[in-house]
């Protein structure tokens, strides 16, 4: 037998249904906050990703699925949604002319090769907002208040907002390296990977999940201690507009992203203090390190079979559909062309209609009609039928009225 991949998975059913319910409200606050749809290929060249995430980076590192097509090209499946997005934004020159912002949000499965487990898979999807053209930290706050409210409007209300600012380029570079002077002395004491990292990228050992409880990291240097006036005003800004929008945020100083690209603003989404639902920040380097121009950049990616996970485990209520609103039984062949009439007619008219596809007899019917939980039944009768009549039963009630079977439609109408 052929199985499934290892951290891949089969939506069906009702998780279908779950996931179709909450892209409904995701891409209704989408349209509020006036973000426009993209959708970018599953895959690009590897060249894109291992610039625009990081080479240094461990989902560079380990985590990329890597390979070469019959063309011999170096290819690479999406691991995340900016990249794409930002090559998307290039190639297209939307840099050209920005008198708005250029505002997108996507709904893209992703591909890393990790250790799955709970919430963490190598098949998984992320909404991910994206704003190019703005360096105003009124844009730093509405992504985040974008992030915030879907997190609300999906009945997640513990929600909190991580926040941090790495500062600018200078900021972040006096940062870089303290933190080297401040890690070097201790190298043994730190993990294979950060021995690593503490030349190449010495911010990342702070979000080290071997070493997250060393006492080392949680008496780092902290990067708002680094930020130079221009950063620290700017990060005061954020918190102020933050508070006027009611945000619940916290800071946290030892919040860097796994990424290289960020700069001033990075924020994670945690639910009751726990695990990270989404995260984003500012990019302003990255649309130049992709071959663009400068242009400043802020953005959000959810992680979304985690928000969908965490909506189970918070019992909230998502509404699931799982009944029809009439099934048409019939024995004679003439009363099941009158059946294939009637369904089309409900199904054109808005209806959620069945009928038997399967030969069955009329005791096996009438269990279908509770397996679907039918709302209504109609068992046709060619008695009835010659009269233009057919007799339609409230499957709740089991009241029984006979109408036209020209007013069907009418009917149900009036009593769905
Ligand atoms: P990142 O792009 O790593 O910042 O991820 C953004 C969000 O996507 C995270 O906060 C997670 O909620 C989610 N995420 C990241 N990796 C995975 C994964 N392997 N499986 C499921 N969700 C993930």
Known sequence: MIIKQKGTYDIYGDLAKKR???????????????????????????ELFHRGVGESTDMVQKETYDF??????????????????????????????????????????????????????????QWGFECFGSDDVMSDAEVISLAYNAYRLLGLDDVTIKINSLGDAESRSIYREELIKYFKPHINDLCEDCRERLNKNPLRILDCKVDADNDLLK???????YLNEESKKRFEDLKNLLDMMDIN???????????????????EVVLNNSYALGGGGRYNGLVETLGG?????????????????????????IPINDSIDAYILYVSESEKETASYIVQDLRLNGFIAETDLMEKSLKAQFKSVDRFNSKYLIVLNDE????NKLTIKDNKTKEEESINLNDLVDYLDMHL
């Open 68 to 125: 070469k097509d019959r063309g011999d090209r170096e290819l690479t499946l999406r691991p995340e949604g900016t990249a794409g997005v930002v090559r998307w934004f290039i190639e297209n020159k939307l840099y050209g002319n920005m008198t708005d912002p250029v505002k997108v949000f996507y709904n893209m499965k992703m591909y890393r090769y990790e250790r799955p487990q709970s919430g963490r898979n190598r098949e998984f999807t």
């Open 384 to 387: 009835e039928l010659k009269q």
């Open 20 to 46: 179709a319910y909450v892209d409904e409200i995701l891409a209704s606050i989408s349209e509020k906050y006036n973000y426009g749809y993209i959708e970018t290929p599953v895959f690009e060249s590897s």
């Open 219 to 225: 008496n780092a240097p902290k990067t708002l201690d």
């Open 293 to 317: 121009p400068s242009v400043p950049a802020v953005g959000f990616a959810m992680g979304y079979d985690r928000t969908i996970l965490a909506i189970e485990e918070q019992g909230i209520n």
């Open 249 to 267: 945020y916290e800071i946290d100083e030892r919040l860097v992203r796994g990424l290289d690209y960020y700069n001033h603003t990075v924020f």
